[in-house]
C-alpha cells in the first residue's frame, strides 16, 4: 500500500496538503524526522498515514505510540480513528490500571494501530516494560516543543521520552510542534536523541491572515466594536478565568447581532468541569454559539476552519504562544483578522507584574517546598511516590502565602525534579462499596439504586476492596444515585473534580537548591520571550508579519501588505 492509496482508503482525500507528503516519506525511510506545520496544518496525518502504511507491510511495525499532553485530544482522535475503521486505543493519568491492561493487552495481540499516552505515563516503570513488548513502528511526540528548556512550555515529563526510544531500538521518531525558535528546533532534536539532523518546515507565512495591533484604553468596547463588525465564528483569549467569565456576560448584551440559538458568546476555561468544557466547545464549533471567551486552555485540538477574528484581550507570554493561538483563524483560507489589544502604560506594567509574580525570590520558593510539605504532613526521608490532590486557597490561608508566587513557585520546584505539580488535574469518579451484596435487602433501596449497585459489583471486581474509577458517573442521573448511596454509607463516591495535584518524585529533602539552570536562566528566557511580545506590540515601523516570520527564523519576507503598519504606510504615502 502506497501512502496516497492509504490517504484515499482511510479517509478519502485524494492528495496531500503542502509538506504532508515529505514528512511521510521521510518517516518511512526510517529518518528522525521534526516537522514544523502551523496551526491546523494536518500534523496527524504526517503519523496516521506512514503506520497504515508500515502495518500493512510488517504486521510487527504495525503500532505508532502517540505522546500527547491533550487527553481531550486522544479521546477526540482515537473516536475519528475509530469510525474510520481504524483501532485504537488510548492511556493517560487517572485511568485505572485494568483499564490500562485492556488497551495494552488489545495493542500487543489485536489489530490496533495507534497508542495515545500522556507523557505523565511514560514514568510507569509497569507501562515502560509492556511497552517494550508491542509492536511499535514509530514514535509520534506531538507539541514537541514542550521538551526544550528553550520552547515557551517546557514540560519536564516529555524528558522521559529519551529514555523510553532505548527501549525500542531502531524506532524513528516524528516530532511535530506548529511553533518553534532556531534554538528550540536545535534542543528538540538533541533532546530526542536524533540520528541525525532532519527538519521539515512549512513557512509560518499566512497570506489570507491581516495581522492588527490596536492600542486602547477601553479594551471592552474594542471587542465589542471588532465583533460587530467582523460576521462569523470568533475567540476572545484572556489571561484569568473571572475574566473570561465577565467578559462574556457583558459581550452578550453589548454586541449587535441577529443571532438566537443558544448564547450568542460563552466562556471556557479548565475551572469547567469535562462535561461543560465539552458541550460548550461542540456548540462553538457547530456555530450554536458564535463567540467563545477563553483562556489558554482553549484551542488545542481544535479543527474549525472558519474562524474569522481571534482577539487577543491581554498580552500573551510569548511570540509562539501568540502565533499559535492568533493562527485558529482563517483555516479555510478565506480572510480573517488576528487582533492584539494593547494598552501601552497598563500592559507594560502587568508584565513587569507577571516577571516577579512567575519568579519570586528563591528564599520563597524554597518556604514555599517546605510549608507545603507541612501542609501535606510529609516528614523528611518520606513521601516518595505519593500523590496528593491540592486545595490551593486551603494551602495559601493556612500557611500564609500569596496564591499567584506559589503558584510559580511549586512549578519552579517541578523543573527542578522535587516534585510534580500539576495545576488542571483532573480526577476521575470513583466508587468503593461498603455493604455486603448479601446485606444489600435490609437498606431498602429503590430499584435505580439496586440496579446500579449490581451493575457496579459485576463491572468491577475490587469495588469492594478499592476505591474503583468508574465511567458511568459521568451520567447525571447515576451521578445523583451515587450521591444518595453514599450519604447512607453504603459506598463511598468522590466524585469528577477539576483540582492541582501534587505527586511526590523525591523523599522530602531537609536542604533545597535551585541551580542558575533551573532559575536565573529560566527566568532570563522568560524576560527575553515576554519582552520580545511587548516589543512586537509597541513598535509600528515593521510589518507585523515579517517580525513574527523573524522570530522564527525566517528573515527573508516580504512585508505583507494588509497588516496595520503595512496599511499606515500605505496611507502615508497616498498622503504624500
Known amino acids: 500500500m502506497t501512502p496516497r492509496e492509504a490517504l484515499h482508503t482511510y479517509f478519502g482525500y485524494d492528495n496531500f496538503r503542502p509538506l504532508q507528503a515529505e ?59 475509530k469510525a474510520r475503521g481504524i483501532h485504537a486505543a488510548a492511556v493517560y493519568t487517572g485511568m485505572s490500571w485494568d483499564k490500562q491492561r485492556v488497551a495494552l493487552d488489545n495493542c500487543l495481540y489485536g489489530p490496533y494501530h495507534f497508542l495515545y499516552c500522556s507523557p505523565e505515563r511514560l514514568e510507569s516503570e509497569e507501562f515502560r516494560k509492556r511497552l517494550a513488548d508491542l509492536p511499535v513502528g514509530l514514535i509520534a511526540v506531538d507539541e514537541a516543543h514542550c521538551i526544550s ?29 506548529a511553533t518553534a525558535t532556531p534554538e ?7 533532546k530526542l536523541g536524533f540520528a541525525e539532523p532532519n527538519v521539515l518546515k512549512k513557512s509560518f507565512h499566512r497570506d489570507n491572515l491581516t495581522y492588527v495591533v490596536r492600542r486602547t484604553d477601553k479594551k471592552e468596547e474594542q471587542v465589542a466594536h471588532i465583533l460587530s463588525r467582523v460576521p462569523g465564528s470568533a475567540i476572545v483569549y484572556v489571561r484569568n478565568r473571572k475574566r473570561a467569565q465577565e467578559l462574556a456576560e457583558w459581550l452578550n448584551g453589548h454586541i449587535n447581532d441577529q443571532m438566537v440559538n443558544d448564547k450568542m458568546v460563552n466562556y471556557y476555561h479548565a475551572g469547567l468541569t469535562t462535561q461543560q468544557r465539552n458541550e460548550r466547545q461542540q456548540a462553538w464549533t457547530e456555530g450554536r454559539t458564535r463567540i467563545i471567551v477563553a483562556t489558554n486552555a482553549f484551542g488545542m485540538g481544535i479543527d474549525k476552519p472558519d474562524v474569522r477574528v481571534v482577539i487577543h484581550y491581554d498580552l500573551p507570554n510569548t511570540l509562539e504562544s501568540y502565533y499559535q493561538e492568533a493562527g485558529r483563524a482563517g483555516r479555510d483560507g478565506l480572510t480573517a483578522y488576528a487582533v ?37 504532613q510529609i516528614g523528611a526521608g518520606s513521601g516518595l511516590g505519593h500523590r496528593f490532590m491540592v486545595h490551593m486557597d486551603q494551602l495559601c490561608q493556612v500557611m500564609r502565602l500569596p496564591v499567584l508566587q506559589t503558584y510559580s513557585a511549586l512549578h519552579i520546584l517541578t523543573q527542578a525534579g522535587y516534585i510534580d505539580f500539576e495545576e488542571e488535574h483532573e480526577t476521575q469518579p470513583r466508587v468503593q462499596i461498603h455493604v455486603p451484596r448479601h446485606q444489600l435487602g435490609e437498606y431498602n433501596l429503590s430499584r435505580e439504586q439496586a440496579e446500579l449497585l449490581d451493575a457496579l459489583m459485576r463491572s468491577y471486581t475490587g469495588i469492594y476492596t478499592d476505591l474503583q474509577y468508574v465511567r458511568e458517573a459521568d451520567d447525571r442521573k447515576t451521578h445523583e444515585l451515587l450521591v444518595s448511596l453514599a450519604q447512607r454509607g453504603i459506598i463511598t463516591y468522590i466524585p469528577r473534580s477539576v483540582g492541582c495535584c501534587l505527586t511526590m518524585t523525591n523523599e522530602r529533602q ?50 505583507c501588505g494588509h497588516c496595520d503598519v503595512c496599511r499606515e504606510l500605505a496611507h502615508r504615502i497616498i498622503s504624500e
Open 149 to 177: 528548556q528553550w520552547g515557551y512550555d517546557f514540560r519536564p515529563s516529555y524528558l522521559n521520552i529519551a529514555a523510553v526510544r532505548e527501549l525500542l531500538p531502531g524506532v524513528p521518531v516524528l516530532a511535530l510542534t
Open 184 to 190: 528550540t528546533i536545535d534542543d528538540i532534536q538533541a
Open 23 to 81: 514528512i511521510i516519506d521521510s518517516v518511512l525511510a526510517g529518518r528522525d524526522t521534526l516537522a514544523l506545520m502551523p496551526t491546523g496544518g494536518g500534523k496527524s496525518i504526517c503519523f496516521q498515514i506512514p503506520t497504515l502504511v508500515m502495518g500493512h507491510d510488517n504486521p510487527d511495525k504495525r503500532l505508532c505510540l502517540v505522546i500527547t499532553p491533550l487527553i481531550a485530544l486522544m479521546h477526540d482522535q482515537v473516536e475519528n480513528l
Open 340 to 376: 492584539l489589544l494593547y494598552n501601552e502604560k497598563e500592559d507594560k506594567a502587568k508584565a513587569r507584574k507577571r516577571v516577579v509574580d512567575s519568579y519570586p525570590p528563591k528564599e520563597f520558593v524554597i518556604s514555599v517546598y517546605h510549608k507545603t510539605m507541612d501542609f501535606l
Open 510 to 559: 531537609t536542604e533545597i537548591y535551585l541551580s542558575p539552570a533551573i532559575y536565573e536562566e529560566r527566568q532570563a528566557r522568560y524576560v527575553s520571550k515576554l519582552q520580545a511580545m511587548v516589543e512586537y506590540a509597541d513598535q509600528t515601523q515593521f510589518c507585523r508579519e515579517q517580525v513574527l516570520l523573524s522570530y522564527f527564523g525566517e528573515n527573508n519576507a516580504a512585508p
